[in-house]
C-alpha cells in the first residue's frame, strides 16, 4: 500500500474539512496550498491560486501589506489580526488570521495562514455599535425622547456603615475624570453605583455606554470600542467605536477581566494617551472619556490569575470601590426590601404594606448568592402571589425556604432560618419580632385546619393545652382564624 500518498490524500481532506482557510506560500511567496474554505472566503478557484505568486493573485496586497509575505522575510508570527476586504466578487469579508513562518532545519521554506471568517459576527456587532449611536443621537437630539433614566446615588438603598462610607467616597469620585474599578459579586449594584457615578459628574449631560466585555466574542471587542477603519483600497465607510460614542460622557467597562490581555494594553494606552486609533487606521482620535470597569470577582484574584494586567490594575485601581456582598450586610436587607415593595406597589398596581415579621426573618437569614438582584426579584415574585398587604413566608421562594417547602402548615418547628437569624441580632426589636413569628405560625396553622385547634395542634406537634394557653397569651381569639393584619 502506497501509505505516504494515502496520508497526503487524507490530509489534504482533512484540510479541506476545516472551517478555517488555509493558505501556504513557499519562501518565493508562490502557493503552494489553498484549501476549500480559504477558496469559498475569497470567492477564488483553487486553481486560480494554487502555483501562483500571492501579488498576482491578490493585486490590491504589496510586500508591505501581506501578511504572508511579512512573515516569510521576517520568519516571525502574526497572530489573531483582523483583516477587511473586498472579495473578488466585491462582497466586505473580514477574518481573523494567523500566520505561521515554516522552518525546515531553522529555515524559513514558506509561511501558513490559518483564517477565521468572522463577517457575520463583525456585522453583528456593527449593528450593535449602530444602534446605540441611533440611541444617543436621539437622546442627545432633544426631540423630546427622553432617554432612559441612570441611576442616582438616591437610588443605591443601604445603611450599613460600609455602604455610606461606599457612597460617600463614590460621591468624591464623581467630582473627577479618574478611572475608577469597581467591584462586587454578581447583583451587588456595580452598575448602579457607577451609573451613579456618571449622573452625578459634570458628565452628566454626556452619553453613558456600558459594555459588557464578557459578553461578546474576544475578536470583536476591539472593533466594537476602538472602531474599525477599512483598508484604502476597499473604499468602504470607516466606523467610530464605543470610545467616540461615548466622547465627553463615561464607559463602563463590566467584567474588565474577561477582555483579552493585549486588548487591555490598548485600554491603557488609551486612557493614559487619551487617544484612540480605530482598527486599521493610521490617525490618533483625541477623546475625553472617563473609563470606569468592574470586576464580579475580587480584583486581587483577578490579577494573581492574570486575567487582569498589572499595568492596567494600577491605573484603574486610582479609586477602589468594593460593594459588599448581601449576606454581609444584612441590616441593609429590610431597608431594601422595602424599597422593592414601593417600587413593585407603583409597577404592578399593588399597595403591599411589608413583609411579615415571619417572611423579614427569613429574607434577612438568607445567605443571597445572588445578592441585590436576587433580593429583587424574590420581592416581585411574591408580589405576584400575595392576597393581602403583607408578604408572607408561603410567597416567597423556595430557594429561600430550603427543603421546609412553602406550605403555611409546614413552616413549623425546627431550628429554621428565622431563629437562626433571630439568634444573629436582627435590625429589628427581637423580643417583639418573636412574638410576632410565633402568632403568625399559630394563626397560620389555624387557618389551614379551619380554626380546628386539635388539629392545629397536632399540625404543629404540639400538645392541644399547650397551643390554647399560647393562643390566649397571645391574645389570639379562637374562632377568629381569618387575617389578622
Ligand atoms: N443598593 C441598592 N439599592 C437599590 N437597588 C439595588 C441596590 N443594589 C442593586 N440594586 C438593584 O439590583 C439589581 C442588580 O444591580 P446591578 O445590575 O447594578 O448589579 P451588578 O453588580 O451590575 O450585577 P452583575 O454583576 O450581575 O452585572 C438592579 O435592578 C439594581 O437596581
Ligand atoms: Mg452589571
Redesign the pocket.
Known amino acids: 500500500m502506497d501509505s505516504a500518498r494515502l496520508d497526503a490524500n487524507v490530509f489534504k481532506a482533512i484540510l479541506d474539512a476545516l472551517d478555517e482557510g488555509i493558505h501556504v506560500v513557499d519562501e518565493t511567496g508562490r502557493t503552494m496550498f489553498y484549501n476549500r474554505s480559504a477558496a469559498r472566503m475569497e470567492e477564488l478557484d483553487a486553481s486560480e491560486v494554487i502555483d501562483r505568486h500571492v501579488l498576482e493573485v491578490f493585486p490590491s496586497l504589496t510586500p508591505a501589506t501581506s501578511t504572508l509575505l511579512k512573515v516569510v522575510r521576517s520568519g516571525k508570527p502574526i497572530i489573531n489580526q483582523q483583516q477587511t476586504y473586498t472579495s473578488f466578487k466585491g462582497r466586505t469579508v473580514t477574518t481573523v488570521n494567523s500566520t505561521l513562518p515554516l522552518l525546515v532545519g531553522g529555515r524559513v521554506v514558506g509561511a501558513v495562514e490559518v483564517s477565521r471568517d468572522i463577517t457575520l459576527l463583525r456585522k453583528m456587532s456593527e449593528m450593535i455599535v449602530d444602534l446605540r449611536a441611533e440611541l444617543l443621537g436621539k437622546n442627545s437630539a432633544g426631540d423630546g425622547s427622553p432617554g432612559p433614566r441612570l441611576?442616582t446615588f438616591d437610588?443605591?438603598?443601604?445603611e450599613d456603615p460600609r455602604?455610606l462610607a461606599l457612597k460617600a467616597k463614590a460621591g468624591k469620585a464623581a467630582r473627577t475624570s479618574s478611572s475608577v474599578l469597581v467591584s462586587?459579586?454578581?447583583?451587588?449594584?456595580?452598575?448602579?453605583?457607577?451609573?451613579a457615578i456618571h449622573s452625578a459628574s459634570r458628565r452628566r449631560g454626556g452619553p453613558f455606554i456600558a459594555q459588557?466585555c464578557a459578553a461578546v466574542p474576544e475578536t470583536l471587542l476591539e472593533g466594537i470600542l476602538f472602531g474599525t477603519a477599512r483598508g484604502g483600497f476597499t473604499g468602504a465607510k470607516d466606523r467610530p467605536g464605543l470610545f467616540e460614542l461615548a466622547d465627553k460622557g463615561t464607559l463602563y467597562l463590566?467584567?474588565i477581566n474577561s477582555m483579552p490581555v493585549d486588548l487591555q494594553a490598548k485600554l491603557l494606552r488609551a486612557i493614559q494617551d487619551k487617544t484612540i486609533r480605530r482598527i486599521g487606521d493610521t490617525v490618533e482620535r483625541r477623546i475625553d472619556v472617563r473609563i470606569i470597569a468592574?470586576t464580579?470577582i475580587d480584583p486581587a484574584e483577578a490579577l494573581a490569575k492574570r486575567e487582569l494586567r498589572a499595568d492596567l490594575y494600577y491605573r484603574l485601581n486610582v479609586v477602589h470601590l468594593a460593594?459588599p456582598p448581601l449576606r454581609d450586610r444584612r441590616r441593609?436587607i429590610p431597608p431594601?426590601v422595602g424599597?422593592?415593595i414601593g417600587k413593585f406597589n407603583r409597577e404592578l398596581g399593588l399597595c403591599v404594606e411589608r413583609a411579615s415579621p415571619d417572611a423579614m426573618g427569613r429574607l434577612v437569614s438568607y445567605h443571597w448568592p445572588g445578592?441585590?438582584?436576587e433580593?429583587?426579584h424574590a420581592i416581585e415574585g411574591a408580589m405576584n402571589l400575595v392576597e393581602g398587604n403583607v408578604i408572607e413566608v408561603w410567597h416567597l421562594p423556595a430557594s429561600l425556604l430550603g427543603s421546609d417547602g412553602r406550605r403555611p402548615a409546614s413552616d413549623v418547628g425546627g431550628e429554621d432560618g428565622t431563629r437562626k437569624a433571630a439568634a444573629q441580632g436582627l435590625p429589628f426589636a427581637l423580643k417583639q419580632s418573636v412574638a410576632d413569628h410565633e402568632r403568625n405560625l399559630l394563626v397560620t396553622a389555624l387557618e389551614s385546619t379551619g380554626g380546628n385547634v386539635s388539629r392545629a395542634a397536632r399540625l404543629l406537634g404540639i400538645p392541644r393545652q399547650t397551643l390554647q394557653y399560647r393562643l390566649k397569651r397571645l391574645g389570639i381569639a379562637t374562632h377568629r382564624t381569618g387575617d389578622r393584619n
Open positions: 441611576f437610588d443605591f438603598v443601604g455602604v462586587g459579586e454578581t447583583g451587588t449594584g456595580k452598575e448602579l453605583l457607577v451609573q459588557n463590566d467584567e468592574s464580579s460593594i441593609d431594601l424599597y422593592f445578592n441585590v438582584r433580593l429583587e
